[in-house]
């Protein structure tokens, strides 16, 4: 079945790491996108990519880095500048391949301890 | 003003009742707008496309106004199991592909006995 994998689910960061969420998808869509959430909040953009080997800096990109070195992969890293990472992260796909239906991961739970 | 906005709630109604959610868009060239489904903890789930001519599913029905740039969500005999917030979505799409995925900050939809 085709779909948006994230991992890991869960994932704790001390102050001062980086990390990398990963987000891979088989539906063959060109654009990918990185959302955080808040608790009670909605979605904030923080990057996407319209094509492989090229992104778009979102609404809160500071403290984020992405690449997009093939279609089906955008791994996101948490920089040790992104003062307050707890959150959730969801990793979405378009494509007209699946109607223009945006397609999310299940999210990936970053805390810092 | 913010590019989408919503009435973040809670929506408190009973049983049976029928609730209606507003969503405004700031983009007049926006052409593509979806209503996705979040649970708590959860990733979002599509609920319904939204079409210029409006469009129903089951106790669902969207509509979209372009001369006051806003769409609908009409939920007719809620069900406890609809409780969850509901996010309209600006898809900003364009004939040579995507851009951004603009969320508008949910609306919160609680159903009690």
């Known amino acids: 079945d085709g779909g948006i994998t994230q991992s890991p689910k869960y994932l704790f960061r001390k102050e001062g790491q980086n990390v990398t969420l990963s987000c891979e998808q088989n539906?063959?869509?060109?654009?990918m996108y990185w959302y955080r959430q808040d608790p009670g909040q909605g979605l904030r953009l923080i990057y996407y990519?319209?094509?492989?080997?090229?992104?778009q800096k979102g609404d809160i990109a500071e403290g984020y880095s992405v690449s997009r070195e093939k279609k089906e992969s955008f791994p996101l890293t948490v920089t040790s500048a992104q003062k307050n990472p707890t959150a959730f992260y969801l990793c979405?796909?378009?494509?007209?391949?699946?109607?223009?239906?945006?397609?999310f991961g299940e999210g990936s739970w970053l805390t810092v301890v | 003003r913010k590019e989408v906005e919503q009435d973040p709630g809670p929506f408190n109604v009973p049983e049976g009742a029928t609730v209606a959610f507003n969503c405004t868009y700031s983009?007049?060239?926006?052409?593509?707008f979806f209503w996705y489904r979040q649970d708590c903890r959860k990733e979002p789930k599509l609920l319904m496309s939204?079409?210029?001519s409006g469009n129903e599913d089951g106790r669902f029905t969207a509509q979209l106004n372009r001369a006051s740039q806003y769409i609908s969500l009409l939920i007719r005999d809620s069900k406890l199991s609809d409780s969850a917030t509901y996010l309209c979505?600006?898809?900003?799409?364009?004939?040579?592909?995507?851009?951004?995925?603009?969320f508008g900050a949910g609306t919160r939809l609680a159903v009690h006995p």
């Open positions: 979405a796909s378009v494509g007209r391949t699946s109607g223009n239906t945006i397609y």
């Open positions: 539906l063959n869509h060109d654009a």
């Open positions: 990519s319209q094509i492989v080997n090229d992104f």
């Open positions: 983009n007049s060239a926006s052409q593509s």
């Open positions: 939204v079409y210029s």
């Open positions: 979505v600006d898809a900003d799409l364009f004939s040579g592909g995507y851009n951004k995925l603009i």
